[in-house]
């Protein structure tokens, strides 16, 4: 069973940082994009930041200069460093990847796959 598991969710105060870890496990032979998605209370899901294979980004207007998004293909690890977090960030962080991985029949199929999401909670 393939999966991401997200971690470094918390509450941090206004100006501080936080690093969110979105790792994926199970049976993949190759991960596309990445990318980070947020949900604040009573607002629809929207993409922070993406990342292709290659390392091409792209970020949301609100957290552009703030937030850098990597991932390390070796250990199929993506990563969301957040700084100078204004609670306006407030929200649940979503990580999603497109995988290539190994059915039950041996075939290579592709993959949507979502992290079960991580609280970030910035206090003013």
């Known amino acids: 069973q393939v999966q991401l598991v997200e971690s470094g969710g918390g509450l941090v105060q206004a100006g501080g940082s936080l690093r969110l870890s979105c790792a994926a496990s199970g049976s993949i032979i190759s991960i596309d994009a990445m990318g980070w998605y947020r949900q604040g209370p009573g607002k629809q899901r929207e993409l922070v930041a993406g990342i292709t294979s290659d390392g091409i980004t792209n970020y949301a207007d609100s957290v552009k200069g703030r937030f850098t998004i990597s991932r390390d293909n070796v250990k199929n690890t993506g990563y969301l460093q957040m700084n100078s977090l204004k609670p306006e960030d407030t929200a649940v962080y979503y990580c999603?990847?497109?995988?290539?991985?190994?059915?039950?029949?041996?075939?290579?199929?592709?993959?949507?796959?979502w992290g079960q999401g991580t609280q970030v909670t910035v206090s003013s």
């Open positions: 999603n990847a497109d995988v290539v991985a190994v059915d039950y029949y041996g075939d290579h199929v592709p993959v949507g796959l």
